[in-house]
T-cell receptor, first 113, second 113 residues
Framework: DTEVTQTPKHLVMGMTNKKSLKCEQH?????MYWYKQKAKKPPELMFV???????INESVPSRFSPECPNSSLLNLHLHALQPEDSALYLC????????????FGQGTRLTVV | QKEVEQNSGPLSVPEGAIASLNCTYS??????FFWYRQYSGKSPELIMS????GDKEDGRFTAQLNKASQYVSLLIRDSQPSDSATYLC?????????????FGQGTTLQVKP
């Protein structure tokens, strides 16, 4: 089973709203990732969690706040976003961070109005 | 020079032909190489991983790696219209311990019936 589940699939939010994206995997993976993908562009790494600890923050604005409550869950809290933050947000997981295959969830399509 | 380069295409092949997708990378110490397939509006799906020089075959797919030339390719035999998608080459940054993947821009493949 190589399933990573993301909710919601679609989200429309205003610039003053607070919302959260959720990601769950039950493959025993200890590395989890958030990526952002704009139309016709490749995924861009935002955050890496390794063994529930934040190991990489790719200089992401503070209006994006990640959280890893346990080894199976990853959240991305959103606050005061801008229209240019509209994108497909992808969660991925891998066994570890070292050289291992990453599997993506189906993504959350976010629109900021 | 981009870290991972792919020809954006579109690459158009007739049904039943071999599609050849190419990727070059700039980081000589990269250890792991992946091909993802992404259908329009969907998330990336891992189709091949390769870690050592040479060929790796899985069904109709063959990945080829040449670390000396910093080159990785994907061959799709007996191409089908369902193979029409964007193919993303991904390479681990550095020795790969951080889990950071660098994606190429992707090559759009069109398989014509």
């Amino acid at each position: 089973d190589t399933e990573v589940t993301q909710t919601p699939k679609h989200l429309v939010m205003g610039m003053t709203n607070k919302k959260s994206l959720k990601c769950e995997q039950h493959m025993g993976h200890r590395a989890m990732y958030w990526y952002k993908q704009k139309a016709k562009k490749p995924p861009e790494l935002m955050f890496v969690y390794s063994y529930e600890k934040l190991s990489i923050n790719e200089s992401v604005p503070s209006r994006f706040s990640p959280e890893c409550p346990n080894s199976s869950l990853l959240n991305l809290h959103l606050h005061a976003l801008q229209p240019e933050d509209s994108a497909l947000y992808l969660c991925a997981s891998s066994h570890r961070t070292e050289n291992t295959e990453a599997f993506f969830g189906q993504g959350t399509r976010l629109t900021v109005v | 020079q981009k870290e991972v380069e792919q020809n954006s295409g579109p690459l158009s092949v007739p049904e039943g032909a071999i599609a050849s997708l190419n990727c070059t990378y700039s980081d000589r110490v990269s250890q792991s190489f992946f091909w993802y397939r992404q259908y329009s509006g969907k998330s990336p799906e891992l189709i091949m991983s390769i870690y050592s020089n040479g060929d790796k075959e899985d069904g109709r797919f063959t990945a080829q790696l040449n670390k000396a030339s910093q080159y990785v390719s994907l061959l799709i035999r007996d191409s089908q219209p369902s193979d029409s998608a964007t193919y993303l080459c991904a390479v681990t940054q550095g020795s790969g311990n951080t889990g950071k993947l660098i994606f190429g821009q992707g090559t759009t493949l069109q398989v014509k019936p």
